[in-house]
Nanobody, 125 residues
Framework: QVHLVESGGGMVQPGGSLRLSCAAS????????LGWFRQAAGKEREFVAA???????YYSDSARGRFTISRDNGKSEVYLQMNSLKPEDTADYYCAADERLIVSSYGQHTQYDYWGQGTRVTVSS
């Protein structure tokens, strides 16, 4: 049984940083594409970043240059380092995993098989 558990969310002031973690179990972690998505209140879930088994990384326009996705296959964990946070980054952040995605699908939340329960990030002064 696959489990993804996010942690590291919280409240931070604009310009601050947070590091989200997602611990996975029950899957051959190194073979999976891992993604981070977010969903703000009243909005649709949107792509933030993805990393594939070759450690190639992909970012949304809003995340590029401020966020960094990384993975530790030995620990079965994926991370999202978020810097220069803005109020518009406020959302619930979810990690997701899928084994067979093609690059063109990395940003489509409907294509991922496994999801965590989410961790809330609030950026406010």
């Amino acid at each position: 049984q696959v489990h993804l558990v996010e942690s590291g969310g919280g409240m931070v002031q604009p310009g601050g940083s947070l590091r989200l973690s997602c611990a996975a179990s029950g899957l051959a972690f190194s073979r999976y594409v891992l993604g981070w998505f977010r969903q703000a209140a009243g909005k649709e879930r949107e792509f933030v970043a993805a990393i594939n088994r070759s450690r190639h990384t992909y970012y949304s326009d809003s995340a590029r240059g401020r966020f960094t996705i990384s993975r530790d296959n030995g620990k079965s964990e994926v991370y999202l380092q978020m810097n220069s946070l803005k109020p518009e980054d406020t959302a619930d952040y979810y990690c997701a995993a899928d084994e067979r995605l093609i690059v063109s699908s990395y940003g489509q939340h409907t294509q991922y098989d496994y999801w965590g329960q989410g961790t809330r990030v609030t950026v406010s002064s």
